[in-house]
């Protein structure tokens, strides 16, 4: 029904910086809350950032300052701009989306997750 498309992964020195996009598609009605999720191996995925449709946003205390979070309504895409990277933050970067599918006469939230992007901040 919707399918969330991550890109923009790659490599990258430390103190260096990267964007990952999301791109939502599909049986669309709106995109509500959007989340980056970051995971390493071994580990339980975390959230990164949150944005609102209203453009609010929210961040996990280890990226405040240095992460941006974006979107565009009209386009249902979101993007995380990543300043002064450091090696910590190599994972793989998931986005999620709160999505609101119109079924003709009624409408349903429903939660959707992409396949990740990876990345890495090495010397």
């Known amino acids: 029904q919707v399918q969330l498309v991550e890109s923009g992964g790659g490599l990258v020195q430390p103190g260096g910086s990267l964007n990952v996009s999301c791109k939502a598609s599909?049986?669309?009605?709106?995109?509500?809350?959007m989340f980056w999720y970051r995971q390493t191996p071994g580990k339980q995925r975390d959230m990164v950032a949150v944005?609102?449709?209203?453009?609010?946003?929210h961040y996990a205390d280890s990226v405040k300052g240095r992460f941006t979070i974006s979107r565009d309504n009209a386009q249902n895409t979101m993007t995380l701009q990543m300043n002064d990277l450091k090696p910590e933050d190599t994972a793989v970067y998931y986005c999620?989306?709160?999505?609101?599918?119109?079924?003709?006469?009624?409408?349903?939230?429903?939660?959707?997750w992409g396949r990740g992007t990876l990345v890495t901040v090495s010397s």
């Open positions: 599909g049986r669309i009605f709106r995109v509500n809350d």
């Open positions: 944005i609102t449709y209203n453009l609010n946003t």
């Open positions: 999620n989306a709160k999505v609101q599918i119109w079924f003709g006469t009624s409408s349903k939230d429903m939660d959707f």
